[in-house]
């Protein structure tokens, strides 16, 4: 045996094995790989989680940006709410974000809870979502990541009202000064629908 070739050949391997990557040849089996970050809070579990399955478990992550403030209008029997993808600070959504909440209340100043909770967005694109509401209510959002840790609300706005549907308009309601001047035209009328009992005397002038 040549003493100074194998020598050589173990030193060519051991330098082989010190430049490749630590994990090239390295298998997670039945287990969980913990990533900390610089002040060793734990922020990531890779493998088998406590349950049973096996996925990349973002934890202990830090608050999103909170969102812009939403933009609200009235829709029949409820609220259209947008809000545009950006952040009340100008900041990009973290690799990490993982939704927008859209909370809805009666009442003002009101603090987001799991009952206030009415839609989500799930694109950082921003996006819009109809909430059914039956009076006067106010609206804020905030964000989510994937650690379920949440951002500052945005200031609730509002109070804004859903535009009624027919079944919400009672005999009554509308009036003569409520109709425009021309808005009921006769192809708007079905044959015999006004008929003489339902014209009040002196209503109409010739």
């Known amino acids: 045996m040549d003493l100074g070739r194998e020598l050589n050949l173990h030193s060519q391997r051991l330098d082989r094995l010190e430049r490749a990557s630590r994990l090239s040849h390295a298998s997670i089996e039945n287990t969980a790989i913990q990533v900390n970050d610089g002040n060793g809070s734990l922020r990531a579990i890779v493998g088998v989680q406590g349950d049973g399955t096996t996925a990349v478990n973002i934890v202990n992550g830090g608050p999103p940006p909170t969102p812009s403030t939403p933009t609200v209008s009235s829709g ?4 259209a709410v ?16 993982s939704r927008v909440e859209v909370h809805v209340s009666p009442t003002a100043g009101f603090t ?13 694109q921003g996006g819009i979502c ?20 949440a951002s500052t609300a945005t200031t609730p706005v509002g109070p804004y009202s859903p535009r009624p549907v027919a079944g ?20 708007k009328l079905y044959a015999n629908a006004v008929t003489t009992p339902k014209i009040q005397a002196g209503s109409v002038d010739a």
């Open 82 to 97: 947008g809000w545009d993808g950006t952040s009340a600070d100008g900041s990009i959504a973290p690799m990490d974000w």
């Open 76 to 79: 029949l029997g409820g609220l």
């Open 130 to 149: 109809y909430i059914p509401v039956t009076g006067a209510s106010y609206v804020c959002l905030l964000a989510r990541n994937t650690s379920g840790t």
């Open 168 to 187: 919400d308009i009672g005999i009554g309601e509308i009036i003569n000064t409520m109709i425009s001047d021309g808005a009921v035209t006769t192809p």
């Open 112 to 124: 987001p809870t799991t009952a206030t909770l009415r839609a989500t967005i799930e694109t950082p």
